[in-house]
DNA sequence: TTCTAAATAGAATAATTATTCCATTTTAAA
DNA sequence: TTTAAAATGGAATAATTATTCTATTTAGAA
């Protein structure tokens, strides 16, 4: 397989993939998968610390490149390098088209909730509490983790992010009725991680009570002083998400989350092993 | 003149610059202005092509590299790189999180990952797709909803959205290893929204089949063209995420599904009712 | 299963690119 | 001016980086 006319640019290289990609080798295909996954990476990078990053040989890119009608790597990595200066370009001009019309301005609005929100948690989040949680769920047997409603999302998010950094972690997930036995079986050597904002599903509370008479620690995410997580739990940790169209954002619950996960495993002294 | 420390990033750099440009010969300080007004050429090129352009040979640009304490170009082009990497805006933050250490800058670090997931975003997705995915999803009876892995969070958002919104939605959550179930009731007047990032989960992958066999329409995000749901879809939405700490943010994800949540309940007329 | 062609990994080599070195020029002090 | 120190340009060299080549593996056809 070899083809004559190189792609001349990026978009160009990227249509290519769309219609041929499928029909290439094993490798290849993961070479392809991978450039279009990082673009920036493959402009900034050595055609060595690509191949690294990938998992193939150096000769394998220079080979996938030549598939494609170039005559080796660098030639190739010239249309990321140009898409790359370009890009500050279109992109100003496209951002005033978005602005106004359909599903797009909806998503900037709430791309917008989200930078709001990370910036009221820059503020309301206190440091010395975050390390006092870092710290609980480092010494926790078992975290078991506890979000309904519109929380639940950052809950499945918090067991995904434990696990793969080889954190002990359940979820709480209610199925069948059975999150009282689920969360029944938490003692005090483990920690429960609890999620809730207003308005508090009553689920969550009647789970962290049982947790409560177990005497498991209890760490919270929650989103003012008056919230019932903030008496129930050992620590709590302040976060006002910021709304947009009556949908509350969730970006800033997310980030803490994973700050918490890695800031654990490192205290743990545990290297992530990667998951699905 | 030679300096001990050489600056650690673009930013270090610059208020060297400010602070001790003048005092340079009249070469080396052409070379200072050169880099600082076209700095993304500076990462992008060789240093043959950057002392070209500037007029000057490419020894100079290692002695000017050297006066600073690097070891030579490369060591000061890698700043110039890194910067590259980084969200091209945000700077307040990122100087934030490198004087603050501990779970807080880790905290910023996501916080600025799904910043630049929200400015990729705005490049990748293509608004008329999404209009037509907003149709597709308007038009379903039911709405299936495919995501596992990483993913599965995004997907148990989605549902608790088009619930929230009174659009009929299934998850499709694999208790009991009943997926195929679950998805095999899906058919023509239904749709399926399959969310789904590198390395893509052999589940859904399966469970998309089945949607196909039934002929469901089949609307689906995910990272690039070489992602297998790309072609298994009639509709797909490209979105590329950045990460942080090896972890990929989702904050684009759901800014996504809530803008498309959103989007369809207008398309129908519907109002929002409140969830919890 | 056997055979053939294609694909791959990794070492060897070629090409490119960065850096050093030194002769020459410039700058500024005496 | 004169002189010494600093700066510069450019060729020579070193280091890095990309590419080619070949033995081995893998995939697919017969």
Redesign the pocket.
């Known amino acids: 397989?070899t083809l004559t006319m190189p792609p001349r640019d990026f978009e160009d290289f990227k249509g290519l993939m769309a219609l041929e990609g499928d029909r290439?080798?094993?490798?290849?295909?993961e070479v392809a998968r991978a450039l279009l996954t990082s673009p920036d990476e493959v402009a900034l990078s050595?055609?060595?610390?690509i191949s690294e990053k990938i998992?193939?040989?150096?000769?394998?890119?220079?080979?996938f490149?030549?598939v494609f009608g170039f005559?080796?790597?660098?030639?190739l990595?010239s249309l990321f390098r140009d898409r790359l200066r370009e890009t500050p370009f279109d992109h100003r001009s496209r951002i005033a088209s978005l602005n106004s019309k359909g599903t797009t301005a909806l998503f900037n609005g709430f791309a917008q909730a989200a930078n709001k929100s990370f910036e009221q948690a820059r503020l309301t989040l206190d440091a010395e509490k975050v390390e006092t949680a870092v710290a609980n769920l480092a010494d926790a047997s078992t975290v078991y983790i506890v979000a309904s409603g519109r929380s639940f999302p950052a809950g499945a998010y918090a067991t995904y992010a434990f696990g793969a950094l080889g954190i002990k972690a359940v979820l709480v997930d209610q199925v069948g009725g059975l999150g009282k036995t689920q969360i029944n079986a938490s003692s005090l050597n483990d920690a429960v991680l609890a999620i809730s904002f207003t308005p508090y599903a009553p689920e969550t509370l009647g789970l962290i009570d049982i947790a409560r008479t177990n005497k498991t620690p209890i760490i919270a995410i929650t989103d003012n002083v008056m919230s019932p997580l903030a008496s129930a739990a050992q620590i709590w940790l302040e976060l006002s998400e910021a709304d947009y169209a009556s949908f509350r954002s969730l970006s800033a619950t997310f980030a803490l989350i994973m700050a918490l996960s890695v800031a654990v495993a490192k205290k743990r002294g545990l290297e992530k092993a990667d998951g699905s």
């Open positions: 397989m290439l080798p094993r490798r290849l295909k050595t055609a060595a610390q998992g193939v040989q150096p000769s394998t890119l220079v080979r490149a030549q005559r080796g790597f660098s030639d990595q």
